[in-house]
């Protein structure tokens, strides 16, 4: 089955603390991308990547990591995760990053809270 | 910078029809997407329209554009419990960008 995997669903932490939110797919997509969804602002993109060790800053990278070592996985990390960065999270991937019916396929997220 | 607007709520009774609005700013829009989000759940591509379109017609969803005044909407035919959810609108000129999220609330 095609799909976007993330872990952990749920995630509560303390400021400071250092986390890694796992993103896999098994559908060997070169595109992928982080995404937050906070209420009333809709989805904004974090950061993505065109394809293995091909990353880029979206709209609002700062306070985040990501690398792309293999072409399946792209971790979004928080080295020093502050309690504005309390959101719901998505991964997604996409064959190729732009093209009309490129369906992106998204992860079922992942709800973080920074005490 | 580009933008997408929605309204944040709709409601409406089960089996009459729901129409979702969005405008947005890129005039070098060339897709725009409708997403829904169920709770709990992530984003699934409902439907597109290439815009050039007018109009596109996919079972119980009609797509309208106008692309001079840069509206889309997303109108649901019937609507029935299982069509609760969040509506995105999406657009792509250089890259994807969201709307707010329309939540769809249905009524018996």
């Known amino acids: 089955e095609a799909q976007v995997t993330q872990n952990p669903r749920y995630l509560i932490t303390v400021t400071g603390k250092k986390l890694t939110v796992t993103c896999s797919q098994n559908?060997?997509?070169?595109?992928m991308s982080w995404y937050r969804q906070d209420p009333g602002l809709g989805l904004r993109q974090i950061y993505y990547?065109?394809?293995?060790?091909?990353?880029d800053k979206g709209d609002v990278p700062e306070g985040y990591k990501v690398s792309r070592k293999e072409k399946r996985n792209f971790p979004l990390i928080l080295e020093s995760p502050s309690p504005n960065q309390t959101s719901l999270y998505f991964c997604?991937?996409?064959?190729?990053?732009?093209?009309?019916?490129?369906?992106?396929?998204f992860g079922p997220g992942t709800r973080l809270t920074v005490l | 910078g580009e933008d997408v607007e929605q309204s944040l709520f709709l409601s409406v009774r089960e089996g009459d029809s729901s129409v979702i609005n969005c405008t947005y700013t890129d005039s070098s829009s060339t897709y725009l997407y409708w997403y829904k989000q169920e709770p709990g759940a992530g984003l699934q591509l409902l439907t597109y329209i290439f815009s050039n379109m007018d109009m596109k017609q996919d079972q119980r969803l009609t797509v309208l554009l106008n692309k001079k005044d840069k509206h889309l909407s997303l109108r649901i035919a019937d609507t029935q419990t299982g069509d609760s959810a969040i509506y995105f609108c999406a657009e792509r000129g250089g890259k994807l960008i969201f709307g707010q999220g329309t939540e769809l609330s249905v009524k018996p």
């Open positions: 997604a991937s996409s064959s190729h990053a732009s093209g009309s019916t490129d369906t992106q396929y």
């Open positions: 990547s065109m394809n293995v060790e091909v990353t």
């Open positions: 559908m060997n997509h070169e595109y």
